[in-house]
């Protein structure tokens, strides 16, 4: 089974502080993203990477940037947390263009942040 | 743009009822249509897909025929049990998209009551 794991369920900060969410998956894909979940919005794509150190803006980046130097693990950063950056935040991954099922996501838990 | 429109909820209906959520996209190019669940403090799983016009996805008990004429994706199940209580997204993903991005509706929040 793919797992898709994040560093935390739970996370309270303050404003201004710089967060960092991490998120590993263990089946080899090439594809990781980083979305964020508001009620009423849906998910909305913060960020993706296609493969190590490479990363494309989604449609959300403003406030937001990402690391990826190992192929397994894709971190959100939050340089400055901001009080409506309050959100659950979901990670998810999938295999690279050309094989069979590549856009079929598998997603994490989810990190629950409220920045006061 | 691409987009996906799908019924407001919360959805509530009792046990063995019969479930539809509507959904509905529009899309620039062909595109492959998802549904995912969202159980309670979890992630999304796939529920099912389709990639192409007339294909029906179809995963414990829940069905969904990709409709290119009314550009649509229906979700439906015949007789739904609590355990089904959950948020369901519709989503799409256009097949000229190499990195297999997805575009997500809303969200319904779906309650099954004894």
């Known amino acids: 089974d793919v797992k898709v794991t994040q560093s935390s369920r739970y996370l309270v900060k303050r404003t201004g502080e710089k967060v960092f969410l991490e998120c590993v998956q263990d089946?080899?894909?090439?594809?990781m993203f980083w979305y964020r979940q508001d009620p009423g919005l849906g998910l909305r794509l913060i960020y993706f990477s296609y493969d190590v150190k490479m990363k494309e803006k989604g449609d959300i980046p403003e406030g937001y940037s990402v690391s990826r130097e190992k192929k397994e693990r894709f971190s959100l950063i939050l340089e400055s947390a901001s009080t409506n950056q309050t959100s659950m935040y979901l990670c998810?991954?999938?295999w690279g263009s050309g094989r069979l099922y590549y856009n079929e996501q598998f997603f994490g838990p989810g990190t629950r942040l409220t920045v006061l | 743009g691409n987009s996906v429109t799908q019924m407001e909820g919360p959805v509530t209906l009792s046990e063995e009822a019969f479930l539809t959520i509507n959904c509905t996209y529009t899309a620039t190019g062909y595109p492959s249509l998802f549904w995912y669940v969202q159980y309670p403090g979890e992630g999304l799983q796939l529920l099912l897909k389709a990639t192409k016009a007339d294909d029906k996805g179809s995963n414990k008990g829940f069905e969904a025929t990709y409709r290119k004429e009314t550009t649509s994706f229906h979700l439906e199940k015949g007789s739904v049990q609590v355990s089904d209580s959950a948020v369901y997204f519709c989503?799409?993903?256009?097949?000229?998209?190499?990195?297999?991005?997805?575009?997500f509706g809303a969200g319904t929040q779906v309650v099954v009551t004894p």
């Open positions: 998810a991954s999938s």
């Open positions: 089946m080899d894909h090439e594809n």
């Open positions: 989503a799409l993903a256009l097949t000229t998209d190499s990195w297999g991005k997805l575009q």
